[in-house]
């Protein structure tokens, strides 16, 4: 019974702080499909590039762990909208297909200019000394690191829902995914909106990418490696959705934590199970919008 309720716990937590980590890269690229109804398959290259950036500020310029991460997620906003003015804002409002040919053009690109920049090898991240070791919480061992992972996810995702349920931009941007012609009609900008959401999008991203380089291991093909999860916790939560993709994240991370020690055998094939009974059952996702 003691080694079941260990189990549990270390698969709960684990889990835990993988979804933290899928959610603030996640959520982003919820809000600016569900906003902007663009296919933006590219978005995992913003958290590559958070990840990247924190890991190489602090090897090679020898940054402290927190001006490190702010750094890279001032480096990956600036870089995400200097895209979005160049890039992405040509095929608002387009064919679907001519949005994913280029975000998956994106993603190619990314991965060459990485391999080219860092090489073929991947990056990790060695943690402040500060948060490394364990920490004893009820009688039990629990990787600091990780721990801290967890609290600054809940924190942020405290955050992210007051900021979008409590404050006028919240509120445009909610009215603006359930209703966009309805939004422009009352006045709202939704062009400086959509600039807005996809920079914070992107930056959220870097966050995540740059907080989870720990067990997310940053690479040259980290925006195609990880894609399929960033798709399936958007697709399970649903499109414009805050809560959505937090309670997908849940999902994804413990079930892939559990699956992964307890049937390692079988990959990832639960994950993909998991996730078709669901959109079989809410196509939509959970708590994406009623047709």
Known sequence: MSDFFSITTSILFHGLAMAMVLYLISVGLSVTMGLMGF???????????????????????????????????????VLSLILERLLYRRLYGGDELDQVLMTMGLIFASVGAATFLFGPVSQSLEPPAMLRGQINVLGREF??????????????????????????FGA??????????????????????????????SGLAALGGGLGADFLNVGPNYALEYLVYFLIVVAVGGLGSIRGPFVAALIVGVSDTAFKYLAPQYGAFFIYAITMAILLWRPRGLFGQSA
């Open 39 to 77: 296919v933006n398959l590219a978005h995992g290259a913003f958290a590559m590039a958070g990840g990247y950036t924190l890991v190489i500020l602090m090897k090679q310029q020898n940054l402290p762990f927190g001006v490190a991460l702010l750094a890279a997620i001032v480096i990956c906003v």
């Open 172 to 201: 445009q941007i909610r009215a603006s995914v359930d209703n966009l012609r309805m939004a422009q009609t009352l006045g709202i900008n939704t062009s400086q909106l959509f600039t807005v959401a996809f920079a914070l999008g």
């Open 143 to 168: 990787p600091t690191y990780r721990s801290f992972l967890i609290l600054c996810g809940a924190l942020l995702v405290t955050a992210l829902w007051l900021g979008l349920e409590r404050t006028r």
